[in-house]
């Protein structure tokens, strides 16, 4: 029975000794007010935070948790001041703010203050314990049960993530760009606020390379903030001055001022190339300060009928539609269906990406596929380096973060196969989905979905039906579906099968040149279980084995790990290399592959150490490790966490049978794999057709 979450306690917390979080409340007297039927989930406020001792019954914690993680998975959130709470604004789900530190927090968060103000007049607030475990309860869970998912950020959310007052209008002032650097405001906003009986704010939104000369009262400067579209669609009237951003602006049919308080100069020095003055009223082109204030405000007219049907005769909101429909005509004959991958983001390269990039090639060159990438977001914000998801193959990149209109568009339009390869790409697009030959691929290992240790809310997704809109559910080898099966619902277990990785490439074994050296090639990030490495390095230089461990990758980790390697003189036994694409390069200086992961799905890099006739010693610890590293064969397997037994195999790789390293790497090749596939397209299709 799924156990509701009574809430998500994030940032709200003390720290104790050695980092431990500490609650602003008793948590069993809290959960004590909700009944048995919920539970407390903690979200520790970063990966370096240890657990207090002693749990009380029901209580939970996790640092692995996303914005979307938690909206699904909560009912409830408490929190202080954590920018989750606009996630939860955004689709009108249950917040309680508890603001038991708010004179200390307020005092070293002097940019938020505005901000913070707002947030004390919500609905639902304490600022001690008493006041917390007083609130109306059944109110707020009944007001969880009436959650709906809505399409459209409100201007409201918009307006409370800017710091925005609601009981204000909005002048929104947008200038074209003249030089670099600061840049002082053409007008004294106080003087105009007066003007209008202080019932607006002024929001500003510069070119990234200037900003504001100083702080003004009553301005709230934007120009950090991504989506000019959101500050468009809040703001009641727009001055600029000669930026194209007024034809955007238009479209909205609100008012538009050009205060051109350098006219002269401008079209001395840059001019314009057309005259706004035959689309704008006259009176609403401003070339003094003293002009502006005393405009008539109460009768501007936001009639932009003349700009729209010039410089947008096709502006019917079918655009995107007609785009798709002229990206479709291709002369040369296709074979196969679309392919659309679903991924987290572009740029970030590992496992699923290789997979991807595989795919992509093969049925590109084998059918001519027209292949598609979308993506949440472009750009992976835990990379300390820029990986770019580059192929030939690939016919259109695009991601939701800028372009989310032309992704749903293409999602809900295709007749082709879309293939989720990450769960959190799966969960931000199914709803585009209905009726797509959708395929959900999982390439973590389920044990830690069972267990819920990395993966804590994904098996009750599967369960209840919040993860939907797939056809498949698949996983990367026999053994992880036999340990998934009797934990999922029925309708789920019907649609579970397995299809293996495989990669693109041919056995080229090469002569061993470094017995001594091994390569590590792995996301410097948590999951990949990283530090582990400081241990080995250890009991290397403790047996004085004269190993050497050469690093490639990056992370969020990486300057941490980097400090970790100073602090115990570990340089000289684990070497960092940064990312590197090419795996050539990487076996010629090692003659082994180590693994350190506790958990794996199906590790392509081991396929990629068996095509340059290299060994895997990896730990014995991921539901997947026996059917691709045959012990004592093609690698060795080692209890989780044993390094003299690491150190003890990386000294017997000579022992190791090439002939059995081919034949493994045979086995999981491409057209073995794909011939898969075909099939699985190919029962996609006459289930659709049927």
């Not at 973060?401 to 969960?427: E, K, M, P, R, W």
């Not at 649609?495 to 693109?504: E, V």
């Not at 980790?557 to 340089?571: I, M, P, R, V, Y």
């Not at 990896?618 to 064969?633: L, N, Q, R």
């Amino acid at each position: 029975m799924h156990q509701p979450y009574a809430g998500i306690e994030n940032g709200s917390a003390r720290f104790g000794r050695a980092g431990e979080m500490v609650l602003p409340f008793d948590a069993a007297r809290l959960l004590a007010t909700f009944g048995s039927d919920y539970c407390l989930l903690v979200l520790l406020a970063s990966q370096t935070n240890t657990i207090p001792d002693n749990l009380p019954a029901g209580v939970y914690y996790t640092a692995d948790l996303n914005n979307s993680d938690a909206l699904l998975l909560t009912d409830i959130l408490i929190s202080d001041y954590n920018p989750l709470i606009y996630t939860f604004d955004q689709y009108n789900r249950p917040v309680v703010l508890i603001h038991y530190d708010h004179e200390t927090f307020i005092a070293s968060h002097t940019q938020r203050y505005q901000e913070l103000q707002i947030l004390h007049r919500r609905p639902f607030t304490a600022d001690n314990e008493d006041a917390l475990c007083a609130l109306d309860w059944a109110k707020l869970k009944q007001y969880s049960l009436d959650f709906a998912l809505h399409e459209n950020i409100g201007s409201a959310f918009l307006k409370t993530s800017l710091g925005i007052p609601h009981d204000k209008k909005i002048i929104f002032y947008a200038p074209t760009f003249r030089k670099a650097g600061a840049m002082q405001l053409p007008f004294n906003p106080q003087t105009l606020l007066e003007s209008l009986n202080n019932e607006y704010v002024i929001i500003t939104k510069l070119h990234y390379l200037n900003h504001l000369n100083k702080k003004y009262d009553d301005v709230i400067d934007c120009t950090a903030y991504s989506d000019i579209a959101d500050l468009m669609k809040i703001a009641d009237i727009l001055i600029s001055d000669y930026s194209s951003l007024v034809l955007d602006f238009a479209l909205l049919n609100k008012p538009i001022i050009l205060f051109q308080y350098d006219y002269e100069d401008y079209m001395k020095q840059r001019g314009v190339y057309f005259d706004f003055g035959d689309y704008l009223p006259p009176e609403q082109i401003i070339k003094s300060e003293e002009a502006l204030y005393q405009l008539d405000w109460q009768g501007l007219s936001g009639d932009n009928h003349k700009i729209n049907d010039t410089f947008y005769p096709l502006e019917d909101g079918q655009s995107t539609q007609r785009i798709v429909e002229a990206l479709a005509f291709d002369p040369t004959p296709r074979h196969s269906k679309d392919i659309i991958f679903l991924v987290n983001e572009l740029n970030q390269i590992g496992g699923v990406h290789t997979f991807l990039q595989n795919m992509a090639k093969h049925y590109k060159q084998k059918y001519n596929a027209r292949i598609f990438v979308i993506a949440i977001r472009e750009f992976a914000e835990t990379n300390s380096e820029f990986h770019q998801l580059q192929s030939p193959y690939i016919d259109f990149k695009l991601s939701a973060q800028y372009l989310n209109g032309a992704c749903a568009n293409i999602l809900q339009n295709t007749d082709g196969i879309v293939i989720s390869l990450q769960f959190s790409a799966h969960l931000h697009f199914q709803k585009y989905l209905e009726n797509a030959k959708s395929v959900l691929m999982f390439h973590g290992d389920v044990k830690d979905v069972i267990s819920r240790e990395m993966y804590g809310p994904h098996l009750g997704w599967l369960n209840e039906g919040k993860l939907y809109n797939y056809r498949r559910l698949l996983l990367l080898t026999q053994s992880s579906v036999d340990l998934l099966h009797p934990h999922l619902a029925e309708e789920v277990q019907n649609k579970l099968d397995y299809i293996h990785n495989s990669i693109d490439a041919q056995y080229r074994p090469l002569a061993p040149q470094n017995p001594l050296h091994t390569a590590v090639i792995s996301r410097l990030d948590e999951d990949k279980n990283i530090f582990s490495m400081i241990d080995l390095g250890k009991e290397i230089i403790k047996q004085n084995a004269g190993i050497v461990i050469n690093i490639y990758g990056d992370g969020a980790l990486k300057d941490e790990f980097q400090t970790a390697l100073k602090n115990n003189g570990l340089q000289n036994v684990l070497k960092l290399h940064g990312f590197e694409s090419n795996k050539e390069k990487i076996f010629s200086d090692n003659d082994s592959l180590l693994l350190m992961s506790k958990s794996e799905g199906f590790p392509l890099v081991v396929l990629e150490a068996y095509a340059h006739g290299r060994p895997v010693i990896a730990f014995d610890s991921f539901t997947a490790a026996k059917e691709i590293i045959k012990h004592g064969e093609t690698g060795f397997l080692t209890a989780y966490g044993d390094y003299p037994a690491v150190v003890d195999a990386l000294n017997q790789t000579d022992t190791l049978s090439a002939s059995a390293i081919q034949a493994t790497f045979e086995s999981f090749s491409n057209a073995n794999v794909f011939a898969q596939w075909n099939t699985l397209i190919s029962q996609l299709d006459a289930e659709t057709n049927t």
